[in-house]
């Protein structure tokens, strides 16, 4: 550069301010690292095709893939074979059991499913094999892989009812689907499978797509479905469930569920025991919804996950020696502010906590101030677990602990811990900011930051 050129750069303060999408970008650096050769089987219902088209959802793979997850795609195609049903004037026939909702597919309707699978299956070829400039698909070169990975047999009769060419999964080629997983295909699977005498049956997609998880034991299973998310009694959206909370769920719920959800819910439930670490269910109805569960950290699904999060509790008198032992160190060293035995066993119904075996690993503790106002205090994990999500569970049950009690912002003083909660939607607030009770009490010493989040 001449000597005499203006220097036109700007600090690189004035510039992220500028380009806002830097420092979103940078907020999601660690799950784009944390997902990174992860297994994701992604299942979405034939209802998205005709709800909000398939384009945006394969650029949003098509992304995902060059991030470096192995994907596994799992279509639908309910509407699409009442489509071709109605072309040629065929009535759709259901059985009608009450534990299940399966179409029961003659020779003529088999033709309707291949059709509706074959087409269907071709749009998302095509959609992955789009490239033009000035689109998100700019620059990919994605190969596609389908085939007959899903060995079928027939439901066979039921209650009095041969449901003919409609199937269940077998078994599924996890081996052959690895490899083609290795060498960076993506893999699209119909809800389609084979019978070693050749037959071909139709499956649900659900099934498909659990079957797949469970047998290459995938990190995320993600259905995007028509279902409603489940209600709690107080009629919110419930977002996160372990198995035995989904159990519980399921046997106060049985009537009020159609058979499509239990059905998905079953299927999801298998998936997890068979061990796939977590399933999520997103609208299918909902632009983004795939980036949105990903990359934020409250998501927009339900997640379900194994029995990890029961260890997650309330407190009781015999956890006031476990919970000592871990903020003890981190007073000491000036992390968490000092509290005695004595305030600890005052409060310990205020603290909730993660043990496993017995052993205490992981506390945090709600104090609610007059308002709607609450305070996040004592937030420690065990430093041989940390970083395993242990922490981001613990102030979720905080959260949820705070919606209960209806408070609607959640505030926590921290030394050295800012970004970690920066990232999880807290923001930067002062003194002032503070309820005047606990304003009063502040320690100016310590000059921890405020932080505020609204929940
Ligand atoms: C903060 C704390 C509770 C997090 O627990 P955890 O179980 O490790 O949390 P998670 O597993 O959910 O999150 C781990 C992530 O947070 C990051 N992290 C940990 N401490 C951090 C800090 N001080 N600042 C910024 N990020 C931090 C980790 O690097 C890890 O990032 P990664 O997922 O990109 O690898 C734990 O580090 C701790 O006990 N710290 C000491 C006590 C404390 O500071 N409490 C808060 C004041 S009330």
Request: include cysteine; proline fraction near 4%; charge should be negative.
């Given at each position: ?22 420092g979103?970008l940078?907020?999601?650096?660690p ?17 998205l ?11 949003d ?6 991030m ?14 009442e489509e ?9 026939k259901f059985g ?6 399966y179409?029961i597919?003659?020779a ?20 992955f ?5 000035n689109?998100?698909?700019a ?6 892989i389908?085939?007959?990975?899903i ?12 449901y ?13 689907i ?18 070693p ?13 659990a ?9 995320k299973?993600i ?5 409603a998310?489940?209600?709690d ?11 035995p909370?989904?159990q ?8 009020d569920?159609?058979l499509g959800?239990?059905?998905?819910l079953?299927i999801?439930g298998r ?7 977590r ?7 909902r ?6 569960e990903l ?8 997640m379900?996950?194994s ?21 003890m ?18 409060d310990?119904?205020r ?5 496993h075996d017995r ?7 709600l104090?609610?101030f007059p ?6 205090a004592?937030?420690?994990?065990d ?6 999500g ?20 959640l505030?926590?003083l921290?030394t050295r ?9 807290f923001k ?7 309820p ?11 000059k921890?930051?405020v932080?505020?989040?609204?929940l």
């Amino acid at each position: 550069m001449p000597t005499n050129a203006p220097n036109t750069a700007k600090s690189s303060e004035d510039s992220s301010s500028n380009f806002p999408f830097v420092g979103w970008l940078r907020d999601v650096a660690p799950y784009i690292h944390s997902f990174r050769e992860k297994t994701f089987v992604i299942a979405f219902a034939g209802e998205l095709v005709q709800e909000i088209g398939l384009e945006n959802l394969i650029e949003d793979i098509a992304m995902l893939h060059a991030m470096g997850m192995r994907i596994v795609l799992v279509h639908g195609i309910r509407p699409q074979i009442e489509e071709q049903l109605m072309l040629r004037k065929i009535k759709s026939k259901f059985g009608k059991s009450t534990i299940h909702h399966y179409r029961i597919t003659d020779a003529a309707a088999l033709e309707c499913v291949k059709e509706a699978a074959g087409e269907l299956r071709l749009d998302i070829e095509a959609a992955f094999s789009r490239g033009l400039p000035n689109t998100p698909m700019a620059g990919s070169r994605i190969s596609v892989i389908s085939g007959n990975f899903i060995t079928a047999m027939p439901v066979g009769v039921v209650e009095g009812v041969d449901y003919i060419h409609t199937g269940l999964v077998r078994k599924v080629d996890s081996a052959s689907i690895k490899l083609s997983l290795d060498s960076s295909k993506i893999i699209l699977l119909s809800p389609l499978g084979f019978s070693p005498t050749g037959q071909a049956f139709n499956l649900a997609f659900e099934d498909v797509a659990a079957s797949t998880a469970a047998a290459l034991k995938a990190d995320k299973l993600i259905f995007l479905t028509p279902h409603a998310g489940l209600k709690d009694v107080e009629g919110d959206f419930i977002t996160e469930l372990s198995l035995p909370q989904l159990q519980e769920y399921l046997s106060g719920h049985l009537k009020d569920l159609d058979l499509g959800i239990k059905s998905l819910l079953n299927i999801s439930g298998r998936a997890i025991r068979a061990g796939v670490s977590r399933v999520h269910f997103l609208p299918s109805n909902r632009d983004g919804a795939l980036l949105e569960e990903l990359f934020t950290h409250d998501g927009i699904g339900m997640m379900l996950a194994s029995s990890d999060i029961e260890n997650l509790r309330e407190a009781n008198q015999d956890d006031v020696g476990g919970i000592l032992q871990l903020t003890m160190p981190l007073e000491e060293e000036g992390i968490l502010a000092a509290r005695g035995q004595d305030v600890i066993e005052r409060d310990i119904q205020r603290f909730s906590v993660i043990e496993h075996d017995r052993v205490l690993f992981g506390c945090a503790a709600l104090f609610p101030f007059p308002n709607g106002i609450g305070e996040l205090a004592c937030l420690a994990v065990d430093p041989d677990v940390q970083g395993s999500g242990d922490g981001e569970r613990l102030l979720k049950r905080i959260e949820m602990r705070a919606k209960q009690e209806e408070i609607k912002r959640l505030f926590v003083l921290t030394t050295r811990t800012e970004h970690w909660f920066l990232k999880r939607g807290f923001k930067r607030a002062t003194v002032d900011d503070l309820p005047e009770e606990r304003k009063q009490i502040y320690n100016w010493d310590r000059k921890s930051m405020v932080l505020i989040k609204d929940l």
